[in-house]
C-alpha cells in the first residue's frame, strides 16, 4: 500500500538542496537538456541570419536525431557494462567537442555540420538513459520522485527562458558563437555530475553488445506494467504530439488569423509542465500508477481543442492542461521504473523508454502531414485524441499498473 511521506521524509526531501552530491547531478542535467534543446532554436536562428538554408536545417537535425537514436541502445549497454558516471562523462564530452565543429561548418558545409550533428546527437542519446540509472545511485529511494521532480522542473524553467535568454546573447553573439555556449553546457553536463554509488559488482567478463541489450529486453519483460506503460506513452507521443506539432500553425494560421495562438500553446504547454512539477513532487496517489495514466491521457485534449471550433483561450487551456498531464506521467513513471528494476539493467531498460518513446516521434510527424492531406485534418486529429485517450485506458488494464510495480500485481494475483 502506498502512504502518505512520513515526516523524516520530508526532512529528507528539504534537505536535498543541501546534498551537494543531488546538486551536482541536476546541474549535469539540466545542462544537458539546455544545450538539447537550444541546438534546433540557435540553427533556427542561424536560418534567420542566412548563414543557413532551411533545407539545410532539416538536414543537420535529421542527422542529430539518427545520431540519437543509434546511440541510445549503445549508451545504454555501455553503462550498465561500465560505470554511469563514466559513461555521461564520455557522451557530454563527445557533445562538447562536436557542437564547436557544427559552429565551423556554419556557411561552409553543410555536410560537416551533419556530420559533427550526428556525433553530437550521438552524445545526447547515449547520456539519457546514463543520467537515468545515476539517478538512481545517488538519490535514495525515499527523495527519488522529489528529486525526479526537480530535474524536470528544471529543464522546463530552462525551455520557458531559454528562448528570452537566447535572444539577449543573439545581440552581442551570431550564431556561431551561440553553438559555443551550447558546446559550454555539454562541458557542465560532462562534468558536474558526482559519483554514483553502484550497488553489486561489475562482471569483467560479459557477453557480446547484441545479448547484453537483449538482457535488457528480457528485464523490461518482466515487467508487464513497464511495457504497457510505455506502450501508451508512444502511442501518445507518434500521435498526440505529432498531431498537433503539424496541425497547431496551420490552425492558429487558418482559423485564429495569426501566430498568437500558436506562441500562446506552446507556452501553455510549458507553463502547464511546470505547473505538473511542482504537483508531483509532493503528491503521491495511493494509485500512482493509474493517475499518471490518466494524466497522459489528457494529451488528447490537445488534438481535440484544433478539431473544433471553439474560442482560442479554450486551445490555451487544453495545452495548459496537455503540460501538468505530462509531467504527472513522467515523474511517476522515472521513478517507478528507477524504484522496481534491477539496478544491473537499469540504463538498458530506459534506453527501450528513450527509443520507442522518442524514436517514434519522427515517424509520426513524418506520417501526420501526407495523412492530414489525404483525409483532411478533422479525421486525423480526431483519430489522434482518441488514441491519446484510449491507449492509457488500455494500459491501465494491465496487471501491476495500478501502482506500477510488479509487487502489486503479484499481491494482487495471490490474493
Known amino acids: 500500500m502506498t502512504t502518505a511521506p512520513s515526516a523524516a521524509d520530508s526532512s529528507k526531501g528539504r534537505s536535498m538542496l543541501r546534498d551537494a552530491a543531488f546538486l551536482r547531478l541536476w546541474a549535469g542535467n539540466t545542462a544537458s537538456g539546455l544545450a538539447t534543446w537550444a541546438l534546433p532554436f540557435v540553427l533556427g ?26 546511440a541510445v541502445p549503445v549508451g545504454g549497454v555501455l553503462a550498465d557494462r561500465r560505470s554511469r558516471r ?43 538513459p546514463a543520467f537515468q540509472a545515476l539517478t538512481a545511485e545517488v538519490v535514495d529511494a525515499a527523495r527519488r520522485q522529489r528529486a525526479n521532480a526537480a530535474m524536470t522542473l528544471a529543464v522546463r524553467v530552462t525551455t520557458l527562458a531559454g528562448p528570452a535568454a537566447t535572444a539577449v546573447l543573439a545581440a552581442v553573439l551570431d550564431a556561431g558563437g551561440l553553438l559555443l555556449v551550447i558546446g559550454a553546457l555539454w562541458l557542465v553536463a560532462a562534468l558536474a555530475p ?3 554509488r553502484r550497488t553489486g559488482t561489475i562482471a569483467r567478463e560479459r557477453p557480446g553488445f547484441l545479448a547484453e541489450f537483449t538482457e535488457g529486453v528480457a528485464e523490461a519483460r518482466r515487467h508487464p506494467w513497464f511495457l504497457a506503460g510505455l506502450a501508451a506513452l508512444t502511442a501518445v507521443i507518434a500521435t ?5 506539432a503539424v496541425a497547431l500553425p496551420v490552425v492558429s494560421r487558418d482559423r485564429y488569423g495569426s501566430e498568437a495562438v500558436l506562441a500562446g500553446a506552446a507556452t501553455a504547454y510549458i507553463a502547464g509542465a511546470l505547473i ?15 493517475s499518471a495514466l490518466a494524466a497522459l491521457g489528457a494529451y488528447g485534449v490537445a ?20 503540460g501538468i ?32 518513446s522518442y524514436g517514434l516521434a519522427p ?53
Open 45 to 70: 536562428l542561424a536560418v534567420l541570419e542566412r548563414s543557413l538554408s532551411a533545407s539545410a536545417l532539416g538536414a543537420v537535425l535529421a542527422a542529430r536525431t539518427a545520431g540519437f537514436l543509434a
Open 86 to 128: 563514466e559513461m555521461v562523462l564520455w557522451a557530454g564530452l563527445t557533445a562538447a567537442v562536436a557542437t564547436p565543429v557544427i559552429a565551423y561548418g556554419l556557411g561552409r558545409s553543410v555536410a560537416l555540420m551533419a556530420a559533427a550533428a550526428a556525433v553530437a546527437g550521438a552524445g545526447q542519446g547515449a547520456c539519457r
Open 194 to 196: 558526482p559519483a554514483g
Open 240 to 244: 498526440g504530439y505529432s498531431a498537433t
Open 276 to 290: 505538473g512539477a511542482v504537483i508531483i513532487a509532493r503528491w503521491r496517489p495511493r494509485a500512482q500508477g493509474w
Open 303 to 322: 488534438p481535440l481543442s484544433l478539431l473544433l471550433p471553439v474560442d482560442p483561450w479554450v486551445v490555451i487551456a487544453a495545452y495548459v492542461a496537455t
Open 325 to 356: 498531464g505530462i509531467e504527472l506521467f513522467n515523474v511517476p513513471w522515472f521513478t517507478a521504473t528507477q524504484r522496481e528494476v534491477a539496478p544491473g539493467k537499469l540504463a538498458r531498460v530506459s534506453s527501450l523508454d528513450f527509443l520507442l
Open 363 to 415: 515517424l509520426g510527424l513524418a506520417l501526420i502531414a501526407p495523412a492530414m492531406d489525404a483525409f483532411g485534418p478533422e479525421p486525423v486529429l480526431g483519430a489522434c485524441a482518441a488514441a491519446c485517450f484510449l491507449a492509457p485506458a488500455l494500459a491501465a488494464l494491465v496487471p501491476g499498473t495500478r501502482r506500477f510495480s510488479n509487487a502489486a500485481a503479484a499481491a494482487r494475483t495471490s490474493d
